[in-house]
């Protein structure tokens, strides 16, 4: 892995050792590509000193709602991660992630910026979404945006609790190098044009869909949501129109067709 003077000038040889090493316990690892993602993560997470991860396919753009398909994640258990779904898909998350779009827009490159770069204003503290991430226990964010060949891009996001630090240039840039540094693991292209097309679902539909997605029940889901079952089951009809299909396991299937270099 070469570094550039500008890459490498802010970090130590220590740093540089082991994301050498995370790079090769990665290419060497015997499993798929969602476990090979897997470790990536982890071993970031520790190099960086994240708790939690989520890398996705998503839609980010500054006149549609940020929103995401093909979720893996970790660092949550069960309840949190249903929360932290509430939290991504809230409406005011569009307002939220204008700024980050428009530079993904204008540049079109692969970014990796920290909160306090995407939200300078810092309008999530004062947004309507500020109480489920508060509830989620998330705070300092670091997020990096991959384009993919017909739109969209790879959306992988690492955070830490509420309370402890930024994440700082020098972590920042640790995980814009290892993530850069293995292409072939990122997400290529949505599995479909209805994946693509998530944004046309209301916020609440794209929550159900990621639980869905997760293995949950329709009564699991009512009881989270505090709907009852008959709304979602109007909500899994509507998804599954959307998507073309008939059931949640072809739901499922449909989208984890969109693995790298599996697609």
Sequence with gaps: ME???SQSSMLAEDDVRRMVRLLGSVIADQGDF???RRKLMD????IIGATSWVWSMSEFHPDKPPSSVGLIHGGFDEKRFAIYLEAINHPAMEA???HSSLELQSKGIHLTRTRQQMDPGALLDRSAAAPLWEKVNIGPLLMSLR??????VNAIRVYRTLGEPHFTER???IAHIVLSEVPWLHFQAFPDKESQEITNLYP????VLNLLCEGWSRKKIAEHLGLSVNTIHGYAKIIFKHFGVHSQSELLARLTIG???ER
């Design 96 to 98: 939220v992630s204008r």
């Design 259 to 261: 693995d790298g270099g």
């Design 34 to 36: 969602q476990e090979k």
């Design 204 to 207: 609440r539909h794209r929550t």
């Design 147 to 152: 384009p993919m060949e017909t739109g969209g």
């Design 171 to 173: 972590e920042s840039k």
């Design 43 to 46: 071993g970031l997470c520790e």
């Design 3 to 5: 570094l550039t003077t």
